[in-house]
T-cell receptor, first 110, second 121 residues
Framework: QSMLTQPPSVSAAPGQKVTVSCSGSNSNIGNTYVSWYQQLPGTAPKLLIYENDKRPSGIADRFSGSRSGTSATLGITGLQTGDEADYYCGAWDTSLSAWVFGGGTKLTVL | QVLLVESGGGVVHPGRSLRLSCEASGFPFNMYAMHWVRQAPGKGLEWVTAMSYDGSKTYYADSVKGRFTISRDNTKNTLYLEMNSLSADDTAVYYC??????????????GGQGTLVAVSS
């Protein structure tokens, strides 16, 4: 059972914007950094956002992250068919002394 | 460029053991905490274990506690995962990932293609 809660799926048309939510608690999102991962079909997960809102080198600025209280949000603008993937949030849980992931959100670009 | 190369996976019978390796390059391995993460077929990501930069602190998921052991050799820039008493539930692709500096595990950055472990009789 995932400690972070994500919607199972989201969808939007090419060129549009979509957001993916991630809900946690005071022992994880509310107390530490949130990361987001993109996993394209058949590939390894890739770090998309770290420390709530920072993008690693090479990640397009169409991807953004934010955190408010015990929730976090991934935003993707200018949707492309190549953005179809599973997206996961994650954070260190200070009570569990363990990393926790969300269950993943499948993005469909209609 | 950060590169993590996992190896050691394969097919193993239930109850047997396996050791995975993760060779790191492109960053000062001996200054970073490290993680192992896995993904069962068709399932989401599951965190497995983490270790501080010097090996003095380790953390485990309840699902592997007592069966799996994380270790590292900073002279070889290599992270290990010793897996014992394997069961079908351990079948997954295993990825290693970089944490933050020293004891800080509050980041998890995968960097390799993973290695597949299949537990089957």
């Amino acid at each position: 059972q995932s400690m972070l809660t994500q919607p199972p799926s989201v969808s939007a048309a090419p060129g549009q914007k979509v957001t993916v939510s991630c809900s946690g608690s005071n022992s994880n999102i509310g107390n530490t950094y949130v990361s987001w991962y993109q996993q394209l079909p058949g590939t390894a997960p890739k770090l998309l956002i770290y420390e709530n809102d920072k993008r690693p080198s090479g990640i397009a600025d169409r991807f953004s992250g934010s955190r408010s209280g015990t929730s976090a949000t991934l935003g993707i603008t200018g949707l492309q068919t190549g953005d179809e993937a599973d997206y996961y949030c994650g954070a260190w849980d200070t009570s569990l002394s363990a990393w926790v992931f969300g269950g993943g959100t499948k993005l469909t670009v209609l | 460029q950060v590169l993590l190369v996992e190896s050691g996976g394969g097919v193993v019978h239930p109850g047997r053991s396996l050791r995975l390796s993760c060779e790191a390059s492109g960053f000062p391995f001996n200054m970073y905490a490290m993680h192992w993460v896995r993904q069962a077929p068709g399932k989401g990501l599951e965190w497995v274990t983490a270790m501080s930069y010097d090996g003095s602190k380790t953390y485990y998921a309840d699902s592997v506690k007592g069966r799996f052991t994380i270790s590292r050799d900073n002279t070889k820039n290599t992270l290990y995962l010793e897996m014992n008493s394997l069961s079908a539930d351990d079948t997954a692709v295993y990825y290693c990932a970089r944490g933050r500096y020293y004891y800080d595990c509050s980041n998890l950055a995968p960097g390799g293609q993973g290695t597949l472990v299949a537990v089957s009789s």
